[in-house]
């Protein structure tokens, strides 16, 4: 069970829009679904898209989420200061199991 | 309010014994699945494995499997990690994670414990 694969790091200037991927396979982000996590150094993680594209209550509409294939894209829009963390993806794997990805970090330029 | 609150921060040696502890508050506790998650210095989130509270049924991630134990208390609502024997590539950030019930993702997370092992 490997970790899903993220791009190590990701820019973009204040108001861009960044994407980061997130690739896995038919037993995990393919046929199941993807969570993403944003975590800022030295705390904890916190979840910022479910069920592949749904945002929880009080998460920025600036954050939104696709899956294509064996592929999960988390989008961020008007890049802020603030944006800038850790991200994750997170997929079942079946059989009660779940991976994470190898985590992007997002910097803002 | 739903909060999981972890026990402190460890430092053990090589080859010694550790439990530490998750304990869920605010929600009916045997009824939500339970990860222990581990991140190791300047690295990313590993998931180690799962278990529910109501009949104490735990996975492991191949990765961990054999190396920890995930328990359960549910007179006391509390998740446990252990350890047999440490090791110095054991030395992370532990956090514990509620699922969520309807959906599959981690909702709740404990604060973290950090386990330093070394000699």
């Known amino acids: 069970q490997s970790a899903l694969t993220q791009p190590a790091s990701v820019s973009g200037s204040p108001g861009q829009s960044i994407t980061i991927s997130c690739t896995g396979t038919?037993?995990?982000?393919?046929?199941?679904?993807v969570s993403w996590y944003q975590q800022y150094p030295g705390r904890v993680p916190k979840v910022m898209i479910y069920?592949?594209?749904k945002r929880p209550s009080g998460v920025s509409d600036r954050f939104s989420a696709s899956k294509s294939g064996n592929t999960a894209s988390l989008t961020i829009s008007g890049l802020r200061a603030d944006d800038e963390a850790g991200y994750y993806c997170?997929?079942?794997?079946?059989?009660?199991?779940?991976?994470f990805g190898n985590g992007t970090k997002v910097t803002v330029l | 309010e739903v909060q999981l609150v972890q026990s402190g921060a460890e430092v053990k040696k090589p080859g010694e014994s550790l439990k530490i502890s998750c304990k869920g508050s605010?929600?009916?506790?045997?009824?939500?699945?339970i990860a222990w998650v581990r991140q190791m210095p300047g690295k990313g989130l590993e998931w180690m494995g799962i278990?529910?509270?109501?009949?104490?049924?735990?996975t492991y991630s191949p990765s961990f499997q054999g190396q920890v134990t995930i328990s359960v208390d549910r007179s006391i609502n509390t998740a446990y990690l252990q350890w047999s024997s440490l090791k110095a590539s054991d030395s992370a950030m532990y956090y514990c994670?509620?699922?969520?019930?309807?959906?599959?993702?981690?909702?709740?997370w404990g604060q973290g414990t950090l386990v330093t092992v070394s000699s």
């Open positions: 069920d592949d594209s």
């Open positions: 994670a509620r699922q969520n019930g309807d959906f599959l993702f981690w909702e709740f």
């Open positions: 997170c997929s079942y794997a079946g059989s009660s199991t779940y991976v």
């Open positions: 605010g929600y009916f506790f045997p009824s939500y699945w």
């Open positions: 038919s037993s995990d982000v393919g046929n199941n679904r």
């Open positions: 278990i529910y509270p109501g009949d104490s049924d735990a």
